[in-house]
């Protein structure tokens, strides 16, 4: 069943939903890194003031996924989606992959990129699903965890 669900753009009263979906996968799977932190205690800061933009998923009035998409000055990153363990399996990270993609194509950029680990198996599937494709990973990755760095030409 496909949830019906609102993608919603940030408002800072939403940063609380967006550290605490991204830390609990984040430690169900990995760690929290040192840039994560950062990242996910400061959203506006790190990702909006910057020129990026997060988004989120919300049903009813519940927020139960997020994306952002990051400006990487030389490109716009796919980065820290996550999506309520209870609202897992109901195609919300594909509804919040598809707004992204829609979102980037208005926008006028040529690709996105991502970086990822190799175990997230599922999240993998729907980038590949999507169309992105991997590309080399640099080994200075601002991510500690990333083993797969993906883009998707617009």
């Known amino acids: 069943m496909k949830k019906s669900i609102e993608i919603v753009a940030f408002e800072p009263q939403h940063s609380n939903h967006f550290y605490n979906l991204n830390v609990d996968w984040l430690e169900k799977f990995f760690y929290v890194e040192p840039y994560d932190k950062k990242v996910l205690s400061n959203p506006k800061a790190y990702i909006i003031d ?32 996550a999506v309520s363990p209870k609202y897992q399996g109901f195609k919300i990270g594909q509804q919040l992959m598809d707004y992204c993609i829609d979102f980037a ?50």
Do not use: C
Request: net charge positive.
């Open 105 to 154: 194509k208005q926008q006028q950029w040529k690709s996105i990129t991502l970086y990822s680990h190799r175990k997230l198996v599922p999240a993998i599937k729907l980038y590949k699903k999507v169309g992105f494709i991997e590309v080399e990973l640099e080994k200075d990755s601002h991510y500690e965890r990333s083993d797969i760095k993906m883009k998707l030409d617009l």
């Open 50 to 81: 910057t020129g990026g933009y997060i988004f989120f998923a919300k049903l009813k009035e519940e927020i139960v996924g997020t994306v952002a998409l990051i400006n990487q000055k030389d490109f716009f990153e796919l980065s820290k989606m």
